[in-house]
């Protein structure tokens, strides 16, 4: 039999950026034991899986600071203040690819964390559809280029760890699932 869920006793502040708060966790265990974590307490995101006419889907290629590189992703950005998921997924849509679509396009495919070891950050999935090109409006740190990817290129791309970002490979993955009849 599973035990209690450690209890949350105090939490304090260890440190405040522009973008998330790192906490101290005091926990009592089940068994009655103090123990600290630390949390990154995050915004939450949304990410967007934008599907061509044709199937094709549209990819972006990221530099990330945290992975000394750039990697394949999908278009994906931190909720502002109080944002609504579906508005950051077009905003973030239109941002990063130049590629727009009406909110009525946008389908929620779903929600994960993205590593609740130590993090809360929650990522909300949207498929968008009936998507119209237009220019990119980068922020000026941002390093982005934009390809569209043939759905059987970017299936290859996940099996032969090219695209490592596994926020995009869970949306994907949802994605790919909804798609089968068999769900």
């Known amino acids: 039999m599973r035990g209690m ?3 949350i006793e105090n939490e304090s502040l260890i440190h ?9 966790l005091q926990l009592r265990t089940s068994a009655g034991e103090v123990i600290h974590r630390d949390v990154v307490r995050h915004p939450g995101a949304a990410i967007v899986v934008p599907v061509l006419d044709d199937g094709s889907i549209v990819m972006i290629h990221n530099y990330r600071y945290a992975a000394d590189g750039y990697l394949w992703e999908l278009p994906c950005g931190t909720l502002d203040n109080g944002e609504d998921p579906l508005d950051c997924a077009v905003r973030e849509l239109k941002e990063e690819t130049g590629y727009s679509a009406p909110k009525s396009n946008f389908t929620k495919l779903g929600k994960s964390f993205s590593c609740p070891g130590y993090d809360d950050e929650i990522v909300h999935s949207y498929l968008a559809t009936g998507l119209t090109h237009g220019a990119q409006q980068l922020e ?3 390093d982005i280029t934009v390809e569209v990817m043939s759905d059987a290129k970017v299936r290859r791309m996940i099996a032969d760890s090219e695209i490592v970002d596994a926020k995009s490979i869970a949306a994907l993955t949802v994605y790919w699932l909804q798609q089968n009849d068999s769900i």
């Open 16 to 24: 405040k950026s522009y973008l998330f708060e790192v906490r101290r």
């Open 5 to 7: 869920a450690n209890k």
């Open 140 to 142: 000026d740190y941002e």
